[in-house]
């Protein structure tokens, strides 16, 4: 259901609203995410204009609406109109930042793991495995890289991580590289294409930052751009979790009983082809109606 009308009253602490519906107050709930997002415009006889679910949940003393999606948020006065939010001109910026790159590097890294019975709070991811591919503006490939790294802190990978990547630990150990070596390639792609690096969350990003700490190597962190399509991909469908990336691929591309890999390179492929779906549905919208079926 969509309404919208003026902002009556606010609990922050419940993260509820109230607007003023045929003379009686309807209350609307935001989850976690959306208030972050929201809370900075959400004041006192503004309007909004949002879309929610019929059924009521109990937050603390009221019966409140879950919020699906805002598509706007603004102050009208006598004398003046401010818009705050409006998501149609917010997916306009979007499209124009994600066409404005001239090299893109999608990449996916997978990361040890502690062992099944590791009670520990101070466990340290490290990078075992990196896939990327590289395009240019026009779309054509550039390069493609997959290898096996060696870890530092624990050199014996847990059977956990052995058993997600599918790999015995005798074929690990023959097909790995050295860490510094996967440093001098990744350093060199970067300083040759200048690419906007586009991550699947934020994870990759930051265990790869940690990751020059860890093998006492000078950090590559002001040489790097991530983007992550994750984030945006949530905030363009306003969902209220993340989805994941095996599942987007597959409700995107229509696909059934495709096996999840937990390969770096097919990962970072996947990547590759949801960010070509996404870009495609800011002009068409022909996701958006299942993507919000399958994640709300």
Same mark, same amino acid.
């Given at each position: 259901?969509?309404?919208?009308?003026?902002?009556?009253?606010?609990?922050?602490?419940?993260?509820?609203?109230?607007?003023?519906?045929?003379?009686?107050?309807?209350?609307?709930?935001?989850?976690?995410?959306?208030?972050?997002?929201?809370?900075?415009?959400?004041?006192?006889?503004?309007?909004?204009?949002?879309?929610?679910?019929?059924?009521?949940?109990?937050? =603390?003393?009221?019966?409140?609406?879950?919020?699906?999606?805002?598509?706007?948020?603004?102050?009208? =006065?006598?004398?003046?109109?401010?818009?705050?939010?409006?998501?149609?001109?917010?997916?306009?910026?979007?499209?124009? #930042?994600?066409?404005?790159?001239?090299?893109?590097?999608?990449?996916?890294?997978?990361?040890?793991?502690?062992?099944?019975?590791?009670? =520990?709070?101070?466990?340290?991811?490290?990078?075992?495995?990196?896939?990327?591919?590289? $395009?240019?503006?026009?779309?054509?490939?550039?390069?493609?890289?997959?290898?096996?790294?060696?870890?530092?802190?624990?050199?014996?990978?847990?059977?956990?991580?052995?058993?997600?990547?599918?790999?015995?630990?005798?074929?690990?150990?023959?097909?790995?590289?050295?860490?510094?070596?996967?440093?001098?390639?990744?350093?060199?792609?970067?300083?040759?294409?200048?690419?906007?690096?586009?991550?699947?969350?934020?994870?990759?990003?930051?265990?790869?930052?940690?990751?020059?700490?860890?093998?006492?190597?000078?950090?590559?962190?002001?040489?790097?751009?991530?983007?992550?399509?994750?984030?945006?991909?949530?905030?363009?469908?306003?969902?209220?979790?993340?989805?994941?990336?095996?599942?987007?691929?597959?409700?995107? #591309?229509?696909?059934?009983?495709?096996?999840?890999?937990?390969?770096? $390179?097919?990962?970072?492929?996947?990547?590759?082809?949801?960010?070509?779906?996404?870009?495609?549905?800011?002009?068409?919208?022909?996701?958006?109606?299942?993507?919000?079926?399958?994640?709300?």
């Amino acid at each position: 259901m969509r309404i919208r009308g003026k902002i009556h009253m606010i609990e922050l602490d419940n993260k509820i609203i109230g607007i003023v519906v045929n003379r009686r107050i309807e209350f609307f709930y935001f989850q976690n995410s959306q208030m972050n997002v929201f809370k900075r415009y959400l004041y006192v006889d503004n309007w909004i204009d949002l879309d929610y679910s019929e059924n009521r949940v109990k937050k =603390g003393s009221f019966l409140a609406h879950p919020v699906k999606f805002v598509y706007r948020i603004e102050a009208i =006065g006598k004398f003046d109109h401010i818009i705050y939010y409006d998501k149609v001109n917010l997916n306009g910026s979007l499209k124009e #930042f994600l066409n404005s790159f001239d090299n893109t590097m999608f990449l996916d890294l997978e990361m040890t793991m502690p062992s099944y019975n590791y009670k =520990g709070k101070a466990f340290r991811a490290e990078v075992i495995q990196a896939g990327l591919v590289i $395009f240019d503006k026009d779309g054509k490939e550039l390069l493609r890289y997959s290898n096996y790294i060696k870890p530092k802190l624990l050199p014996k990978l847990s059977k956990r991580a052995l058993d997600f990547l599918s790999i015995e630990e005798e074929d690990f150990e023959k097909n790995s590289i050295r860490y510094e070596q996967f440093y001098d390639d990744f350093h060199n792609m970067i300083t040759k294409y200048n690419p906007a690096i586009i991550v699947y969350g934020k994870n990759d990003s930051i265990v790869l930052n940690d990751s020059y700490e860890i093998n006492y190597m000078p950090s590559l962190k002001n040489k790097t751009r991530f983007v992550n399509i994750l984030q945006l991909i949530k905030n363009f469908y306003e969902l209220r979790n993340d989805p994941g990336l095996f599942k987007l691929y597959n409700v995107y #591309f229509d696909v059934e009983n495709n096996p999840q890999l937990h390969d770096a $390179f097919d990962d970072c492929y996947k990547t590759y082809k949801v960010f070509e779906a996404f870009k495609k549905d800011l002009e068409t919208k022909e996701s958006m109606k299942k993507i919000r079926e399958n994640f709300d």
